[in-house]
């Protein structure tokens, strides 16, 4: 991780194999460990821009999860994101989108709507945003609704690390209603 950040990458993609070999022969490759690890060079060849190469080490890593942990487990929920977040990257929004949805389900239903971790979700759709900025004026929209989406998302990431902000869904109904309850 640090040579990755000092971009370095030359020096940390042998040290990143080597830890994954060695994962993988004493673990084996059915361990959430190793599937660390797959992430782990994944995320450094997506810093490289060598998505092809990330691509299937994400992939793999997800089906160690889901098949170990289960689609429901928060750990399965991040590689799912790491996933999204490379096809994001790539411009492959419709492959993304649906990913980005799922995490949020899992996030939601396994640590609750009101866990700090929703607030690295916010980071995280501000900096998609703030990404995406040249093709969100090429669609018209004004500088005043960027400034307010960036503040949006700032504050609420602000207020859910500090527990201040929470949120709730609120059902009313009249005596005698038939209708179903919402899911």
């Known amino acids: 991780a640090l040579y990755e950040s000092m971009g370095e990458f030359a020096k940390a ?17 059915s361990h959430p460990d190793y599937a660390v690890s797959l992430n782990n060079l994944a995320a450094l060849y997506e810093s490289m821009g060598t998505s092809a190469r990330a691509e299937p080490l994400y992939m793999q890593a997800l089906a160690i999860e889901r098949k170990i942990l289960g689609e429901d487990n928060p750990h399965y929920a991040t590689s799912l994101y790491n996933l999204a977040s490379l096809y994001n990257h790539m411009g492959e929004f419709e492959k993304a989108e649906p990913l980005f949805v799922q995490v949020v389900a899992i996030n939601r ?27 969100i004026r090429s669609m018209g929209f004004t500088e005043e609704f960027v400034r307010m989406c960036d503040f949006y998302f700032s504050y609420c990431e602000g207020g ?5 902000l929470g949120n709730a869904q609120l059902v009313f109904t009249k005596p005698g209603c038939r209708r179903e309850p919402l899911r």
């Open 160 to 164: 859910y690390r500090e527990r201040y």
């Open 109 to 135: 239903k396994t640590l609750g709507k009101n866990h700090p971790h929703y607030a690295t979700t916010l980071h995280k759709w501000r900096e998609n945003f703030l990404e995406k900025m040249e093709r």
């Open 13 to 29: 993609e042998p040290l990143l194999v080597q830890a994954s070999e060695i994962r993988r022969k004493i673990l084996g490759r």
